[in-house]
């Protein structure tokens, strides 16, 4: 059930671009992104519903392709501020409310 | 909004142990889940706590068990520690299927 997060790790300079993908094998509900900085808790990023539906930060976006059950982070114009561990978190349309975290995806962006 | 608290932040015990560790949700939150966070890894769930009952549950022994209050709050108890139970235990709170939010979570050292 555990879903699939690709790349595992990303280094970007200020001002790049960087995308992480998340793919599951079962149908989704909704997909949640987070982002985690060493020593703290998930912060919560974006969630994105069954249907179209989005809801979260300003100057990040996401993707859902509900037929291939997978989700794209779009992180454009990278800051300092955005590194840290990004982990998608999947709930199936068949198992209730239970939210279900990848490996996790490690971005660093250099000045 | 105090966002969801978890308590004690740190906490060290020694093998054989029993430790309790404690969550209160996110205002008008209904639902809470606990997460095991080892090193490098993503979140696992434990399981999920909704009107008072135990809903889903993750891949963990009985040895782990937990329980929510009427007023939403819940604790995780887990018996008979081991050092592999050395993890950052984490709490998210969410109002049925929305997006859910982690509290600060509990740094659990089994020695």
């Known amino acids: 059930q555990q879903p699939v997060q690709s790349p595992q790790a990303v280094i970007l300079r200020e001002g790049e671009d960087a995308v992480i993908n998340c793919s599951s094998s079962k149908a989704l509900y909704s997909v949640h992104w987070y982002r985690q900085k060493h020593g703290e808790a998930p912060v919560f990023l974006m969630i994105?519903?069954?249907?179209?539906e989005q809801k979260g930060h300003e100057k990040i976006s996401a993707s859902f392709n509900e037929k291939k059950q997978q989700s794209s982070l779009y992180l454009t114009a990278s800051q300092l501020s955005y590194s840290g561990t990004y982990f998608c978190?999947?709930?199936?349309?068949?198992?209730?409310?239970?939210?279900?975290f990848g490996a996790g995806t490690i971005l660093r962006v250099k000045s | 909004d105090a966002g969801v608290t978890q308590s004690p932040t740190h906490l060290i015990k020694t093998r054989g142990q029993q430790v309790t560790l404690r969550c209160s949700p996110k205002?008008?939150?209904?639902?809470v889940s606990w997460y095991q966070q080892a090193l490098g890894q993503g979140p696992q769930f434990i399981f999920q706590y909704y009107e008072e009952e135990e809903r889903q549950r993750g891949n963990f022994p009985d040895r782990f068990s937990g329980h929510q209050f009427p007023n939403y709050s819940s604790e995780l108890n887990v018996n008979a520690l081991l050092l592999g139970d050395s993890a950052l235990y984490l709490c998210?709170?969410?109002?049925?299927?929305?997006?859910?939010?982690f509290g600060q979570g509990t740094r659990l050292t089994v020695v």
């Open positions: 998210a709170s969410s109002l049925s299927r929305t997006e859910a939010f």
């Open positions: 205002s008008g939150h209904d639902t």
């Open positions: 994105l519903l069954k249907g179209g």
């Open positions: 978190g999947t709930r199936l349309v068949e198992y209730g409310n239970k939210l279900v």
